[in-house]
């Protein structure tokens, strides 16, 4: 997330803050509860396209959306239940199939239009088995490590092999190390990771490094955790869901740095590492697609998402089950507002976004027919740090709209809106066919050190912060999907290959190895 940097609060939200408590303060007393006993009307016949022209406007439901997404809700229990009862969720796994499952009741229980499954399919299931790296040689001491995801499992009995230092594995590195890295587990620095930049630097990182080491002959990665304290985590090695290159593990960082003190030292380390993973053939997986139909255009609909699938390693409760908890309870707070926005609002949790954003690849294959008929979409999938606004996908020209839809919910500062573009989450499919897409700029509090790591439990959650976040997602995609006109028109591709070329998402494309498939027209 290179392009984010954070926002400019000072003076300008002092006074957006008060104006906005001022407004809330009267908004409260009329808080409107528009339709008998919160139930939304009866669903318009789709296509009606006439207009109610007493229908309210988006500032006279947002005090309801804001209140009912502040209040008392189930979001703080289900999102116990998808990270303390469920746990860690990895796509093809039992527990994701519960996540999905779990997922449909929720919406239900929300009060949606609608709510299905949809299945796609996955080419490799991938799951973790028991990990070692013996010390053999100077003295044994031992390493916590953790396999990076799915990646190969080492030969039976482990692979034996001298380690070698390879710095931060740049290209000059692996010219320095030469014909010593064939045959070698290649030890890889890491910078220590506390900001967006740092993230997405380190998957830069792997995509070269996994790129050179293959081409030197090694026989397995040894890659230095980019978290203290012993904290190991997972890194995804492929971005389609295919096997990996080479065996590859997460190493706890201070175990890496004994070993490469020994190195450092002149002595050699020689280690056993075992990755006893299980590699399974092609699955079906699935998206959960809930939906509130529009009043008046339902056939077209702006999209909520946010991932449902995690790592195993903690419970997956920063990355991603706070912002699935979130979609979920978004669509509870916009059903008992009582209204309807003008078009449709789908509500998506997508799974196989680990693995490379494959569920909402699928998705936009799927609805290839559907592409022009959706007004936008709008990806939460950094955690539960305060939202600082939106990053606009390359777009700048929408955000005049995003800024009108997102008026009756300033009183939360999301003022600060980013144009650059990132391969990060689920948005990227529809920014390659052309649709508006809006990512929430968050700043970092606990991810940095958490996101797919053991450490990423129920108990790193803000509960009051994710609810701010789903007042201000509501009336984000409420605001978006009762503009009287589009958020922006669908990018020919064309256009979207000269936005790509501008952001750096070309690069970036390039250096994941997905850029033919773009060119070859196999991605979307
Ligand atoms: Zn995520």
Redesign the pocket.
């Known amino acids: 997330m290179g392009s984010r940097r954070l926002l400019r609060m000072g003076a300008l939200a002092v006074a957006l803050v008060s104006s906005a408590m001022m407004l809330a303060a009267q908004q409260q007393k009329q808080l409107p509860n528009i339709g008998a006993a919160g139930q939304l009307g009866p669903k318009p016949p789709v296509g009606s396209g006439g207009c109610s022209v007493t229908a309210p406007t988006c500032a006279d439901v947002a005090p309801g959306i804001i209140q009912r997404a502040l209040g008392a809700s189930p979001l703080e229990g289900n999102l116990r239940h998808l990270t303390d009862v469920i746990g860690g969720r990895v796509t093809g796994s039992a527990a994701e199939e519960q996540a999905v499952n779990w997922a449909v009741e929720a919406f239900k229980k929300a009060g949606v239009d609608d709510v299905h499954t949809e299945s796609y399919t996955i080419p490799v299931r991938w799951s973790a088995g028991p990990a070692s790296l013996t010390i053999l040689a100077p003295e044994g001491f031992p390493v916590r490590l953790a396999s990076a995801g799915w990646s190969p499992a080492t030969p039976a009995g482990g692979l034996t092999a001298p380690v070698v230092d390879v710095g931060m594995g740049t290209e000059a590195d692996f010219a320095r190390v030469g014909a010593r890295a064939h045959g070698a587990l290649l030890l890889v620095h890491t910078k220590i990771s506390t900001t967006w930049d740092d993230l997405f630097g380190e998957y830069g990182q792997l995509a070269q490094v996994t790129a050179l080491a293959p081409k030197a002959g090694a026989a397995g990665i040894l890659w230095m955790a980019s978290r203290p304290y012993l904290i190991t985590y997972r890194l995804m090695l492929s971005m389609t869901g295919e096997v990996g290159p080479l065996p590859m593990a997460i190493v706890a960082r201070e175990d890496a740095l004994r070993m490469e003190q020994f190195l450092h030292a002149g002595t050699a380390v020689r280690a056993r590492l075992v990755l006893a993973n299980k590699i399974g053939g092609t699955f079906e997986a699935q998206n959960v697609v809930a939906e509130i139909k529009g009043r008046e255009k339902p056939d077209e609909y702006v999209i909520l998402g946010a ?1 449902l699938d995690s790592w195993e390693l903690g419970t997956g409760a920063l ?2 089950g706070c912002n699935a908890a979130m979609v979920i309870d978004a669509a509870r707070a916009i059903h008992a507002a009582g209204t309807r926005p003008l078009r449709s609002i789908r509500f998506i949790l997508f799974t196989g ?2 693995q490379g954003m494959l569920g909402s690849w699928a998705y936009a294959r799927a609805h290839w027919a559907e592409m022009d008929k959706i007004d936008g979409v709008i990806i939460y ?1 950094s955690g539960d740090g305060k939202v600082t606004g939106y990053e606009l996908g390359g777009r700048p020209e929408i955000e005049p709209a995003v800024r009108k839809a997102l008026a009756p919910a300033a009183q939360f500062g999301a003022d600060h809106d980013t144009d650059g573009a990132e391969m990060g ?1 689920d948005n990227f499919d529809f920014l390659l066919e052309g649709v508006p897409s809006l990512v929430a700029n968050q700043e970092p509090a606990g991810y940095m050190i958490n ?1 797919h790591a053991i450490s990423d439990t129920f108990d790193k959650v803000d509960i009051a912060a994710v609810k701010r976040e789903e007042a201000l997602a509501a009336i984000t995609a409420y605001g978006i999907a009762d503009l009287p006109e589009r958020l922006g028109k669908r990018q020919s591709r064309a256009e979207v290959q000269e936005l790509l070329r501008k952001t750096g998402l070309e690069e970036q494309m390039k250096a994941e190895g997905i850029w033919s498939l773009w060119e070859g027209g196999k991605r979307p």
């Open positions: 991932h990355d991603n976004e680990e999938d989450t996101y």
